[in-house]
Nanobody, 115 residues
Framework: QVQLVESGGGLVQAGGSLRLSCAGS????????WGWYRQAPGKQRELVAR???????IYADSVQGRFTISRDNAKNTVYLQMNSLKPDDTAVYSC?????????WGQGTQVTVSS
């Protein structure tokens, strides 16, 4: 059974930092591309960052230079380091694993940035 479990969300003041983790189990972790997505109230879910199986990384323009995605295949975990957080970063953040036609989502973790 595949499970993706996010952790690390919470409440932080503007300018602060958080590190999200997504641990995968029951999955060939290293074979997948991994992404972090977020959905704010009343808005569509959007891609925040993605790292391919080969380590190619893309970021949304809104987080470029502030967020860093990384993966540790030995620990079956993908991370999202978020610095210089803004109130507009408030959302539920979810991780997604993709390989060919297969994809899996985590349950999400809330990030709230106060002004």
């Amino acid at each position: 059974q595949v499970q993706l479990v996010e952790s690390g969300g919470g409440l932080v003041q503007a300018g602060g930092s958080l590190r999200l983790s997504c641990a995968g189990s029951g999955i060939a972790f290293s074979m997948y591309a991994w992404g972090w997505y977020r959905q704010a109230p009343g808005k569509q879910r959007e891609l925040v960052a993605r790292i391919s199986r080969g380590g190619i990384i893309i970021y949304a323009d809104s987080v470029q230079g502030r967020f860093t995605i990384s993966r540790d295949n030995a620990k079956n975990t993908v991370y999202l380091q978020m610095n210089s957080l803004k109130p507009d970063d408030t959302a539920v953040y979810s991780c997604k694993a993709e390989w060919g036609t297969k994809s899996y989502w985590g349950q999400g973790t809330q990030v709230t940035v106060s002004s």
